[in-house]
């Protein structure tokens, strides 16, 4: 039967993910140390497993409202209020999807027409483009460059902006480059979206993942910008509870609307024992203080101090990242292109990083380096590292 | 021992083998303050040795593992200290300690075989003289010790997954 026919050529148009496509080339080898995942290697804190098991033996195996339990609501309200500054009604404004990753495609949903233009910093997270296409916009890159750490500027926004252009994706901290937005880069971005009247989706999944003693700013605590915010964020990263799927959006209660009922048609509610456990996992958090982020965040520190130095002791250039999880180093210094090495190294070293250009252009000449994991592996795998690059070094 | 020292140890109990250097870089501590950092740990005891975890099942001889319960009567002048010196003298007590409830000394001792740990028990230990009674459990499978997981579980799935 031919197929062709039948499929849909919006489906058929969005081209496979550059990470996919390379895990099936690692997954093949067991002797593989993989650098490659961007999930936290903690445990999810018990507390929240235990309220998710009492939730089922008590039979509470029910839809939720659509919009998601109004306690876990009511807590992510006060959790963004105490741990961001930014204040958001648990009713009107606040509703639990399917990790952030529904979050993000039902705002895009929910705003586009087709045609409309969408900005997204290159390199970014690969789903975003993907997500506008199936929405009918247009993805339109902004780059961005190591030299600024790449950051979004407003130079290079301005650049890309059109009459059509609606609006921006701010993925900061960012995966994968590790980059943050420091609150005075993100009122020059303000500035620059409010002059040309763009709505902002704002996924700030790694907020809780931030080095150097600086806070994550939220993108609608600056001045004015609230009412043009979807804010994304969910439980994956800070309370390492991937597999959980529970993620929220906050926005204004008119785009708010139309979202939640795009949600209540293709999905109902997030599932509900998971919504007991991230609920269990945020009141365990105001109990103590949020240690056990503390205790993560320090952990990640060490490892990516660690990388950071060998890297560049090693000879690929890495900038100094503030935030997520992963580094990216540039590796021209060895005359491939991210590709290239990450295709070489995977062969020749069995270690396997994720080849920049699966972000975006502007991540070409770099890999992605994961620090998901412990620091015996992440040492393993740069001796490893060590070794090739001396080996492939272009003097 | 300050907060730096704290995290110097957390890096080096995972894994004895980083260097001075890298152990600096992760902590933010040039290389030189870090190494005396670790020779004051080394000089002070806090660090009372560097060594290599086995996972003994993996080994090609065999070696037989014994947790002990003892009861003894404590002596007049030294309590358990006297008793308790007499015991890790032999050089098949792994680990010895103090316990509070049913019984007094915890020993873990290691043989090639049962034979050879209930030797011990039976010539060495049970014949001391404040030694009450003794209680022998041989461990069968270590699942997990010094944090480490032992156990190969095989059941997790390669997942093909982007992110």
Redesign the interface.
């Given at each position: 039967m031919n197929y062709q026919k039948y499929l849909s050529k919006t489906a058929m148009d969005i081209p496979p993910?550059g990470?996919?496509k390379f895990?099936?080339l690692a997954?093949k080898d067991k002797e593989v140390i993989s650098l490659g995942?961007?999930?936290p290697d903690f445990n999810t804190p018990w507390c929240a497993s235990e309220a998710a098991i009492k939730s089922i033996q008590k039979g509470v195996t029910q839809y939720t409202s659509n919009s998601g339990l109004p306690a876990l609501r009511m807590q992510i309200s006060r959790y963004l209020k105490q741990r961001f500054g930014v204040e958001y009604d648990a009713d009107s404004e606040i509703f639990i999807t399917v990790g952030a990753s529904e979050a993000i495609y039902l705002a895009l949903r929910a705003i586009l027409n087709d045609g409309d233009e969408v900005i997204i910093p290159d390199p970014s997270y690969?789903?975003y483009s993907p997500s506008v296409a199936m929405c009918g916009g247009k993805a339109v890159a902004a780059r961005c460059f190591v030299d600024d750490e790449f950051r979004l500027t407003a130079e290079n926004l301005q650049k890309v902006i059109t009459p059509k252009t609606k609006a921006l994706i701010l993925p900061y901290p960012n995966?994968p480059t590790g980059a943050i937005m420091p609150k005075e880069s993100l009122e020059e971005i303000a500035k620059v979206v409010k002059q040309h009247d763009l709505l902002v989706i704002s996924d700030e999944i790694y907020c809780e993942m931030t080095y150097g003693g600086r806070r994550h700013t939220c993108f609608s605590e600056i001045d004015g910008m609230k009412e043009r915010t979807v804010l994304i964020n969910g439980f994956s990263k800070a309370f390492a509870m991937?597999g959980w799927r529970v993620g929220y959006a906050c926005a204004p209660n008119e785009i708010f609307k139309q979202m939640l009922k795009i949600h209540q048609y293709i999905i109902m509610c997030a599932p509900t024992n998971s919504q007991y456990a991230a609920l269990a996992a945020l009141k365990g958090g105001f109990e103590d203080g949020f240690a056990e982020i503390k205790a993560m965040v320090?952990e990640y520190d060490?490892?990516r101090?660690?990388l950071v130095?060998?890297l560049n002791e090693m000879g690929l250039t890495c900038f100094e990242p503030k935030g997520a999880f992963y580094v990216f180093p540039c590796v021209k210094s060895t005359g491939m292109d991210g590709e290239g090495f990450a295709n070489t190294l995977l062969k020749e070293s069995k270690v396997a990083v994720v080849p920049g250009d699966a972000f975006g252009e502007s991540g070409k000449d770099f890999v992605r380096i994961s620090y998901a994991y412990?620091?015996?592996s992440l040492?393993k795998a740069m001796d490893k590292i060590e070794e090739f690059v001396a080996k492939h070094k272009k003097n | 021992m300050d907060n730096f020292d704290t995290k110097i140890l957390k890096v080096l109990q995972d894994d004895s083998r980083f260097n001075a250097k890298q152990v600096g870089d992760m902590v933010g501590l040039a290389e030189d303050e870090t190494q005396k950092r670790i020779d004051a740990l080394e000089e002070s005891g806090v660090i009372a040795k560097y060594t290599a975890l086995c996972n003994t099942e993996k080994l090609s001889e065999d070696i037989v593992t014994a947790l002990i319960e003892v009861k003894v009567t404590p002596q007049m002048s030294s309590g358990f200290d006297a008793i308790a010196r007499a015991v890790y003298q032999f050089e098949e007590v792994k680990a010895l300690y103090l316990m509070s409830g049913a019984y007094d000394l915890c020993i873990t001792v290691e043989g090639k075989n049962l034979r050879e740990v209930s030797r011990f028990v039976s010539e060495k230990l049970s014949t001391m003289r404040d030694v009450i009674s003794t209680s022998t459990h041989f461990i069968l499978k270590k699942y997990k010790t010094e944090g480490v997981i032992l156990d190969e579980d095989d059941s997790e799935q390669k997942r093909q997954v982007i992110l």
């Open positions: 993910s990470i996919r895990f099936d997954d995942v961007g999930e690969v789903s995966n991937t320090d060490m490892r101090r660690f130095k060998r412990s620091l015996s040492k | -």
